[in-house]
């Protein structure tokens, strides 16, 4: 479960859609705001409730999972600190379109519904901004859906460790190849060779839930022309 993060000094790495606030609107934000840490496989939400709170994404990033009775999830987006969980409450809605889990632990900002949607109504910049990063979104998720459909799964695994380590600060994962599997929707058996594929090539080694990335380039070549449409 998310944590409140006791930690007072300032966050080493900033949320882009608060970064691009103007300061004073920044600081009107963040003292409403509150620093939590996420764990991995925390669910924040999931379809069917009511957001309760919205989240910026520092170090954190989120996944977005879509399901279907008897059959694998899939993971449709990613949300890192490029980003934020809840942006389609701009639409009029609180109700929660996908489920929420937390793929990379770290923190985030924490903000209550109301408190969000009171400052959307009186902030036209965080309105415009977070209106430009829906679009976005909504991209990221078409796109993931035509990934799935026609890529291979090591070309789709190569650029979805990929638009991980975007979101990391660190060249280490930690994954099993269940998980990896949950997130593209396929066997456990495809993602094995996927990954065994990927490590003989040496672009990641991978020991015991430990995924290391050694080579980004070499990731590139084998990674679809999908992870340059989604990248942000």
Avoid at 143 to 162: D, G, K, P, Y
Wanted: hydrophobic letters at 40%; glycine letters at 6%.
């Amino acid at each position: 479960m998310s944590t409140q993060h006791q930690d007072t000094l300032a966050p080493q790495i900033q949320n882009r859609l608060i970064r691009h606030l103007p300061v004073v609107e920044q600081a009107d934000l963040l003292s409403q705001a509150e620093l939590v840490q996420l764990n991995f496989a925390d669910l924040l939400c999931k379809p069917g409730e009511s957001y309760q709170y919205v989240y910026f994404p520092l170090t954190a990033f989120i996944s977005l999972i879509a399901k279907l009775p008897k059959h694998p999830a899939l993971e449709m987006g990613l949300i890192g600190y490029e980003g934020m969980l809840g942006a389609t409450t701009l639409l009029g809605t609180r109700q929660v379109p996908s489920e929420a889990l937390i793929q990379g632990s770290g923190q985030a900002w924490r903000l209550p519904i109301e408190t969000f949607e009171g400052l959307l109504a009186q902030n036209t910049n965080l309105k415009q901004i977070v209106e430009t990063y829906l679009y976005t979104l909504l991209c990221q998720l078409s796109q993931n859906a035509v990934c799935a459909h026609f890529h291979s799964i090591e070309s789709r695994l190569a650029r979805w460790l990929l638009m991980s380590h975007d979101r990391i600060q660190t060249d280490e994962l930690y994954l099993t190849h269940q998980f990896l599997a949950d997130m593209l929707g396929v066997r456990r058996s495809s993602i094995t060779e996927a990954a065994g594929n990927l490590q003989t090539r040496g672009s990641i080694s991978y020991n015991r839930g430990r995924l290391h990335i050694l080579d980004r380039q070499a990731l590139l070549a084998r990674c679809c022309s999908c992870y340059h449409s989604m990248r942000t």
